[in-house]
Antibody
Framework: EVQLVESGGGLIQPGGSLRLSCAASGFTVSSNYMSWVRQAPGKGLEWVSVIYSGGSTYYADSVKGRFTISRDNSKNTLYLQMNSLRAEDTAVYYC?????????WGQGTLVTVSS | QSALTQPPSVSGSPGQSVTISCTGTSSDVGSYNRVSWYQQPPGTAPKLMIYEVSNRPSGVPDRFSGSKSGNTASLTISGLQAEDEADYYCSSYTSSSTWVFGGGTKLTVL
């Protein structure tokens, strides 16, 4: 059974930094595509970033230059380093394991950017 | 990176069929068969319902079907049931090697 467990969310002031983690079991992070998807309160899904199996990374324009996706193959864990956080980054952040599309989802971790 | 266009809401009575559209461009939906659909009941994580335009993962009822024509993909739910009430999102791969979601459609079962 595939399990993705996000952690690291919380309340952070504007301009601050946060690192989210996504621990995977039953799914190999290094040999599959992995994405972060976020959902602002009461809003729709927004794709944030992907890391492909070969290591290439891509970002939504809204986070490019501020967020960095990475993985630790030894820990089978995905990360999202978020810098220069803004109020509009407030959302539930989901990690997603990708086989054919966004096949597997975690339960999400809430990031609130507020002073 | 503009979101794909979905109707904000659709509704239908139990037993009826509803179709949700998802319109993109020639840089995403129109050029790739990597279109997928997700169901999200309130307070839960999204669930994959359709991948690669028209394929159902194991466990998804065959009442759910997908199709694509040009820049528009569609999700059809036949034999509506109360449990189908949820938000539905489409997604597509893009020519920039990125991904994009639709704005979401709220399905109400009357």
């Amino acid at each position: 059974e595939v399990q993705l467990v996000e952690s690291g969310g919380g309340l952070i002031q504007p301009g601050g930094s946060l690192r989210l983690s996504c621990a995977a079991s039953g799914f190999t992070v290094s040999s599959n595509y992995m994405s972060w998807v976020r959902q602002a309160p009461g809003k729709g899904l927004e794709w944030v970033s992907v890391i492909y199996s070969g290591g290439s990374t891509y970002y939504a324009d809204s986070v490019k230059g501020r967020f960095t996706i990475s993985r630790d193959n030894s820990k089978n864990t995905l990360y999202l380093q978020m810098n220069s956080l803004r109020a509009e980054d407030t959302a539930v952040y989901y990690c997603a394991g990708m086989l054919r599309s966004f096949d597997y989802w975690g339960q999400g971790t809430l990031v609130t950017v507020s002073s | 990176q503009s979101a794909l266009t979905q109707p904000p809401s659709v509704s239908g009575s139990p037993g009826q069929s509803v179709t949700i559209s998802c319109t993109g461009t020639s840089s995403d939906v129109g050029s790739y068969n990597r279109v997928s659909w997700y169901q999200q009941p309130p307070g839960t994580a999204p669930k994959l319902m359709i991948y690669e335009v028209s394929n159902r993962p194991s466990g998804v009822p065959d009442r759910f079907s997908g199709s694509k024509s040009g820049n528009t993909a569609s999700l059809t739910i036949s034999g509506l049931q109360a449990e189908d009430e949820a938000d539905y999102y489409c997604s597509s791969y893009t020519s920039s090697s990125t991904w994009v979601f639709g704005g979401g459609t709220k399905l109400t079962v009357l």
